[in-house]
């Protein structure tokens, strides 16, 4: 299996910050990479996939890059909408997620 | 507008057997290319993928609770059933089914339903 591996686990940030989370494949994935949000109690929900394109409805803030073994997932200016964990999840060779990235206040 | 719900016992005993029902609209199983997923979350923990059916009955299942699993389709109730078998406590968690698109490359979820708590203890 794939494993996926996301760091950092728990990321403090201001309003207004920029902030990156990144994953790692255990083997090339080429783009077959997508990016979730979940707030507390809700299901996740798509943000980007093939590791950079924005699904639709999402805001322009998010953004995502990367291919191969490592991915990055960018909210360029963080809002408090915004505050949540995020997974990464591979779809190249049957389907795992990275462990999540917390998202608190700082 | 699609969506997606889970449905199924929030208690079970352990050795049971766990039946969890997803009633979906705004989509159909039938279109070429569309698939449905099973997934769980423990309290607290990350995602796991347990399970897919594609839109031509092919059928997918996590190499590692394979033997427990079984995933089936009824097109014309719009719906995708799940069973987990032998259940125990470390199933406890949060059941979703979820939409993987028809596109080229099917293999992210597009739609979640709200997920349903299974707690597994006598």
């Known amino acids: 299996d794939i494993q996926m591996t996301q760091s950092p686990s728990t990321l403090s940030a201001s309003v207004g910050d920029r902030v990156t989370i990144t994953c790692r494949a255990s083997q090339s994935i080429s783009s077959w990479l997508a990016w979730y949000q979940q707030k507390p109690g809700k299901a996740p929900k798509l943000l980007i996939y093939k590791a950079s394109s924005l699904e639709s409805g999402v805001p322009s803030r998010f953004s995502g890059s990367g291919s191969g073994t490592e991915f990055t997932l960018t909210i360029s200016s963080l809002q408090p909408d915004d505050f949540a964990t995020y997974y990464c999840q591979q779809y190249n060779s049957w389907w795992t997620f990275g462990q999540g990235t917390k998202v608190e206040i700082k | 507008q699609v969506t997606l719900r889970e449905s199924g016992p929030a208690l079970v005993k352990p050795t049971q057997t766990l039946t969890l029902t997803c009633t979906f609209s705004g989509f159909s199983l039938s279109t070429s290319g569309m698939c449905v997923s099973w997934i769980r979350q423990p309290p607290g923990k990350a995602l796991e993928w347990l399970a897919r059916?594609?839109?031509?009955?092919?059928?997918y299942y996590s190499t590692s609770l394979k033997t427990r699993l079984t995933i089936s389709k009824d097109t014309s109730k719009n719906q995708v059933v799940l069973t987990m078998t032998n259940m125990d406590p470390v199933d406890t968690a949060t059941y979703y089914c979820a939409r993987m698109p028809a596109v080229a490359s099917p293999g992210y979820f597009d739609y979640w339903g709200q997920g349903t708590l299974v707690t597994v203890s006598s």
């Open positions: 059916i594609d839109w031509d009955d092919d059928k």
